[in-house]
C-alpha cells in the first residue's frame, strides 16, 4: 500500500473521525445532567421517541451525504462538473420532498406513535422531532455536496457546532421543562420534548453553517462550472441515477435503524404481555437506550467517519478503472477501522463499572444491570465497524443490492431471536443484547463473503483482524491492572478510570 493512498485515507478519515470523536463527547458531556433531570422514565421515552425519528431521518435524509457524495465524486472524477452540479440541484429538491413528508408523518402521527408503543406521553417529543427531519434532509444533502469534493472538513465543523448547540439547548431546555412539571408523568415527558428541542436547534445550527460556507465558495464552483464536459447528462439520467443509488442506501439504513425501533416495540409489548410493570419496562429501554447504546455508539461513530470519507476515494477509483488503489484504499479503511474497534470493545468491557458509575451518577438504580449490559454487549461494537465498512465498501464499488439483502436477512432473524428469548426465557434486557450483538455479526460475514466473491478480494486477517486483537487484549489486562490497583488508594472512581485508560 503506497504512503500516499494511506496519508490521503487517514487525513479525510481522521478529520472526520476527530469530529466524530468530539460530538459524541460533547454528547456524554451533556446526556449525563439531561440524563438526571429527565430520569429513567424520561429518557425511555427520549430513546423511544429517537428511535422513531431516526427511521423517518433514514428514509428522509441518512442517505443523502453518502448518495450525494458518491455521485458527485464519479462526476467530479471524470471532469463533468456541470452535470455533478445538477445532480446536487436535483438532490436538495428531493430532500426537500422527501423531508417534508417525513415531518408531516411523525407530526400529525404522533399520537398513534404513543399507541402503538405504549408510551404515554411520547406525542411530545415526536412532534419537536418532525420539524427536525425537514432540516436535517437538507443538511444531509449539503454534507454529500463537500464529501463528493473529498473535502471532509466542512461537514466536521458543522457536527461540532450543532452538537454544541444541541448540548446547550437541550440541557436548558429539559431544565426549564421539568421544573414547570408537577407530577412524573408530566416530568418524563415534558423533560424528553425540552431534550429534543436542542436536536432541532443544533441542525439549523449547522444547515447555516454549511450555507454559509457554500456561498463563500461560489467563486470556485463558477471557475469549475466554466469549462464544458464532454457529456451533457439528461435531467432524467441524473434523477434515476440518483434513485438507484438512493433507495438501496435508503434500504440498507432504514434496516439498521428499524432494528433499534423495533426492539423498543417488541421489548415495550412483550414485557407488557407477560405482566411486567410498565414504568420499569420503560425504565430498562432508557438504561438500554440511553446508558448502553452511548457508549457502543462512540467507537463505531469512528466507522462511520472513515466508511464517509472512504466512498468518494474508492468510487473515483472503481470509476477509472484503478483496481490496485481500490484495493488499496479497501485494505488502509478495514484496518484502521479495526485498529479503533477491537481495543474499544475490550476497553469498554473491562472498565464497564467505573464508566456507569463517572458518566452516570444519578441513575444508580439500574447500575448494575448497565454495567452487565456493557460487559456482555461491547464486542457489538466490532460488528457494527466491520459491517458499515464493508457496505460502504460494497455500495463504492456499485454493488448496491448486496448489503441491502444481507442487511434485510440480519433483520429477520434478529426479530425473530429477541422475540423468542424475550417470550421463552427470563432474560429481560439480556436478549436485547444478544440480538444486538449477533445482527451486525450476521451483516459482516455476508458483507465479507460478497466483497470476497464479486470483487476477488483477500483479507489479511493477520494485519487487519489478530494483530489488533492480541494487543487488545494486552491492553486490556494492563488497563484493568492500573484501575484495580489504584482504586484502592483513592475513594474517586474517575481517577482510577482516568489513570485505567492512560
Known amino acids: 500500500m503506497s504512503d500516499k493512498v494511506k496519508k490521503s485515507l487517514v487525513m479525510q478519515g481522521s478529520i472526520l473521525a476527530l469530529a466524530g470523536i468530539i460530538s459524541k463527547i460533547i454528547g456524554f458531556l451533556y446526556r449525563i445532567p439531561m440524563a438526571n433531570i429527565m430520569g429513567n422514565t424520561g429518557n425511555g421515552l427520549y430513546s423511544v421517541a429517537f428511535g422513531i425519528y431516526n427511521i423517518a431521518l433514514t428514509l428522509s435524509s441518512y442517505s443523502m451525504p453518502l448518495a450525494v457524495s458518491k455521485l458527485m465524486s464519479e462526476r467530479i472524477a471524470k471532469k463533468e462538473y456541470k452535470n455533478a452540479h445538477k445532480l446536487f440541484?436535483?438532490?436538495?429538491?428531493?430532500?426537500?420532498?422527501?423531508?417534508?413528508?417525513a415531518a408531516l408523518v411523525l407530526y400529525f402521527g404522533a399520537e398513534f406513535f404513543a399507541g402503538l408503543y405504549q408510551k404515554e406521553g411520547l406525542e411530545r417529543p415526536l412532534r419537536v422531532l418532525a420539524p427536525t427531519t425537514f432540516v436535517v434532509a437538507l443538511l444531509g444533502t449539503c454534507r454529500g455536496y463537500f464529501q463528493g469534493h473529498k473535502n471532509m472538513l466542512p461537514t466536521?465543523?458543522?457536527q461540532v457546532f450543532e452538537?454544541?448547540?444541541?448540548?446547550?439547548?437541550?440541557?436548558?431546555?429539559?431544565?426549564?421543562?421539568?421544573?414547570?412539571?408537577?407530577?412524573?408523568?408530566?416530568?418524563?415527558?415534558?423533560?424528553?420534548?425540552?431534550?429534543t428541542f436542542g436536536t432541532l436547534?443544533?441542525?439549523?445550527?449547522?444547515?447555516?453553517?454549511?450555507?454559509g460556507l457554500f456561498i463563500k465558495q461560489g467563486k470556485v464552483r463558477q471557475e469549475e462550472?466554466?469549462?464544458?464536459?464532454?457529456?451533457?447528462?439528461?435531467?432524467?439520467?441524473?434523477?434515476?441515477?440518483?434513485l438507484l443509488t438512493v433507495i438501496p442506501v435508503i434500504l440498507s439504513q432504514s434496516i439498521y435503524q428499524l432494528g433499534y425501533t423495533l426492539d423498543d416495540y417488541i421489548f415495550g409489548n412483550l414485557m407488557f404481555l407477560k405482566g411486567n410493570d410498565a414504568t420499569q419496562t420503560t425504565n430498562l429501554q432508557g438504561v438500554f437506550n440511553t446508558q448502553y447504546n452511548q457508549m457502543i455508539n462512540l467507537p463505531t461513530a469512528i466507522a462511520s467517519a472513515m466508511a464517509s470519507a472512504t466512498i468518494p476515494s474508492i468510487v473515483a477509483s472503481f470509476t477509472v478503472g484503478n483496481r490496485k488503489r481500490e484495493e488499496e484504499k479497501m485494505s488502509a479503511?478495514?484496518?484502521?477501522?479495526?485498529?479503533?474497534?477491537?481495543?474499544?470493545?475490550?476497553?469498554?468491557?473491562?472498565?464497564?463499572?467505573?464508566?456507569?458509575?463517572?458518566?452516570?451518577?444519578?441513575?444508580?438504580?439500574?447500575?448494575?444491570?448497565?454495567?452487565?449490559?456493557?460487559?456482555?454487549?461491547?464486542?457489538?461494537?466490532?460488528?457494527?465497524?466491520?459491517s458499515t465498512c464493508t457496505t460502504s465498501i460494497l455500495q463504492g464499488c456499485n454493488r448496491m443490492r448486496g448489503p441491502v439483502i444481507h442487511s434485510g436477512i440480519s433483520l429477520v432473524l434478529h426479530g425473530i431471536l429477541v422475540a423468542a428469548l424475550l417470550w421463552f426465557t427470563n432474560l429481560?434486557?439480556?436478549?436485547?443484547?444478544?440480538?444486538?450483538?449477533?445482527?451486525p455479526l450476521l451483516v459482516c460475514v455476508l458483507n465479507c463473503c460478497k466483497v470476497k466473491k464479486l470483487l476477488d478480494y483477500r483479507f489479511c486477517w493477520m494485519d487487519t483482524f489478530i494483530k489488533p486483537a492480541l494487543a487488545a487484549a494486552v491492553m486490556g489486562v494492563?488497563?484493568?491492572?492500573?484501575?484495580?490497583?489504584?482504586?484502592?488508594?483513592?475513594?474517586?472512581?474517575?481517577?482510577?478510570l482516568i489513570l485505567g485508560i492512560l
Open 201 to 211: 436547534a443544533g441542525a439549523i445550527f449547522a444547515l447555516l453553517i454549511l450555507v
Open 333 to 386: 479503511v478495514l484496518k484502521i477501522n479495526m485498529l479503533f474497534a477491537i481495543p474499544s470493545a475490550v476497553g469498554l468491557a473491562v472498565l464497564a463499572d467505573p464508566i456507569m458509575a463517572v458518566l452516570f451518577p444519578g441513575l444508580n438504580e439500574y447500575h448494575d444491570t448497565a454495567v452487565l449490559l456493557l460487559q456482555t454487549g461491547s464486542s457489538a461494537v466490532v460488528f457494527y465497524a466491520l
Open 428 to 439: 429481560g434486557v439480556l436478549a436485547l443484547i444478544i440480538g444486538n450483538v449477533t445482527f
Open 156 to 158: 466536521a465543523v458543522s
Open 225 to 242: 462550472l466554466s469549462g464544458g464536459d464532454l457529456a451533457d447528462e439528461e435531467n432524467a439520467l441524473i434523477v434515476k441515477a440518483l
Open 89 to 101: 440541484n436535483k438532490s436538495l429538491l428531493f430532500a426537500f420532498c422527501t423531508g417534508l413528508i
Open 163 to 195: 452538537q454544541i448547540v444541541n448540548a446547550v439547548v437541550s440541557v436548558l431546555a429539559a431544565g426549564a421543562f421539568v421544573a414547570s412539571c408537577t407530577t412524573q408523568e408530566e416530568i418524563a415527558s415534558y423533560g424528553a420534548m425540552g431534550g
Open 478 to 496: 494492563l488497563t484493568f491492572g492500573a484501575y484495580t490497583v489504584s482504586r484502592q488508594y483513592t475513594e474517586a472512581a474517575w481517577i482510577s
